[in-house]
């Protein structure tokens, strides 16, 4: 009687692992989608100023997801709209996907659409109570010019 609980508790182990695998892995890849017109293969640059991003915890803070209550489906008409909702294959070019974690900063999905100025956000990078006063953003002027041009540079992909 033991040994055909094991086999029965073994087999109902393997198969809930099974259908684990089969809903979260196989379901979503079959149905993935291509690109948007939102997503786009990365420069050098771009992909240097993502590392960049990445390695100084830009994203913890940031998120790179507009959600459909915060979006209500909208675009960007103006500056300092939120723009439309995120989708599936925005995120097509990017591993790891940021989507943030604390959302305490300002969602970054459409800056670029908001901000299209270089020298802006290089300018908040380095001392970003000069262009916000009152937040909490640390200043990342110890990064290089390069390093501040490259996270830029990947800032202004972000439309």
């Known amino acids: 009687m033991k040994q055909t609980s094991v086999v029965y508790l073994t087999v109902g182990s393997l198969l809930a692992l099974l259908f684990g695998i089969i809903v979260t892995i196989i379901i979503p890849a079959i149905q993935a989608t291509g690109p948007t017109a939102l997503a ?23 998120t790179q997801q507009v959600r459909a209550p915060e ?12 723009g439309p909702e995120s989708i599936e294959g925005d995120y097509y070019y990017q591993s790891p996907v940021f989507w943030g974690t604390e959302r305490q900063g ?54």
């Open 71 to 82: 979006a209500n489906k909208g675009m960007v008409h103006q500056k300092g709209d939120i």
């Open 40 to 62: 786009h293969k990365y420069t050098d640059q771009e992909l240097r100023g993502r590392e960049i991003y990445k390695r100084e915890g830009c994203w913890y803070c940031h």
């Open 106 to 159: 300002p969602d970054l999905t459409h800056v670029a659409s908001r901000i299209d100025s270089r020298e802006w956000h290089i300018l908040h990078l380095k001392d970003p109570r000069a262009l916000n006063p009152g937040t909490l953003m640390p200043s990342f002027a110890y990064l290089s010019d390069k390093e501040l041009d490259d996270l830029a540079a990947y800032l202004l992909t972000l439309k």
